[in-house]
């Protein structure tokens, strides 16, 4: 039942939170399993759910299970369901959600950690755009989430002017919560570190520096939601949040 479905993502978040990435993925994976079981059984039951809400939470279950196997390092695995619950999403309820926005952002993740730069940028961009035009405010934390994706994948590229102007946008939505602020410090700090690579007469090997200085791909998601105002908290269980 959705009930049920719902509720164990509870121990995911709490084994997620305790890097048990392998006893999160199996839970993860269970919880698919319920709801994969489940949706065929929907469109059937008296006074059921919408059939297209059972999708939405296989959709929600499948890309849980592989934001854990990108953390494991299990990536072309984690690529196959990032993709799947992405055209699943689309094919339901189009780009210009909050949960397609969230998709498109963690495949812009699992591809960026596979050194797959330019086409990392590109779903990066898309997650931006699609979270814009679903109505999601600048300080939401999607939004600053995939704006911070998009400038990384920007600076490893070497184009230092179009990630400045990035983080400029993100730090511009963050400075609008105090909370956000202090928790996205160093949105300020990558938009300095931008600004310094890319000054004229900058020798090359700061580049080098700079990319070396960049957090990993795979830290400070959201968590995607159907409401557009919606934030979430940004705890140090961050990883087990976004899931």
């Known amino acids: 039942a959705v009930t049920g479905v719902q509720t164990c993502a509870l121990p995911i978040y709490l084994l997620a939170a305790e890097a048990k990435w392998l006893e999160a993925e199996r839970a993860a994976r269970a919880a698919l399993a319920n709801t994969e079981r489940d949706l065929p ?3 059937s039951r008296k006074n059921s759910r919408p059939q297209a ?3 939405g939470l296989r959709d929600e ?3 849980r299970v592989a934001r854990i196997l990108a953390m494991r390092g299990q990536l072309a695995e984690a690529e196959a369901l990032a993709r799947n ?24 993740r699992i591809v960026l950690e596979q050194g797959r730069l330019r ?7 898309a997650a931006v755009n699609a979270y814009e035009k679903a109505g999601v405010p600048p300080e939401g934390l999607g939004l600053v989430g995939a704006r911070k994706a998009y400038a990384n994948t920007l600076m490893r590229q070497g184009r230092w002017a179009d990630a400045d102007a990035e983080f400029t946008r993100a730090a511009e939505g963050v400075a609008k919560d105090p909370e956000l602020a202090a928790r996205f410090r160093n949105v300020d700090q990558r938009r ?8 004229p007469g900058r020798p090359r090997g700061d580049e080098i520096h700079a990319e070396a200085d960049l957090e990993p791909a795979l830290t400070s998601r959201s968590r995607p939601k159907r ?3 919606h934030r979430c908290s940004f705890t140090p269980i961050r990883h087990a949040l976004a899931l």
């Open 192 to 199: 300095s570190l931008a600004l310094r690579v890319r000054a």
């Open 227 to 229: 409401s557009p105002g």
């Open 61 to 63: 279950d499948e890309l």
């Open 41 to 43: 059984l929907s469109s």
């Open 85 to 108: 619950a992405l055209r699943s999403a689309l094919s339901r309820e189009g780009p210009f959600t909050t949960f397609s926005a969230g998709a498109l952002l963690a495949l812009a």
């Open 119 to 125: 086409e990392a940028s590109v779903l990066a961009a």
């Open 53 to 55: 809400e059972y999708e």
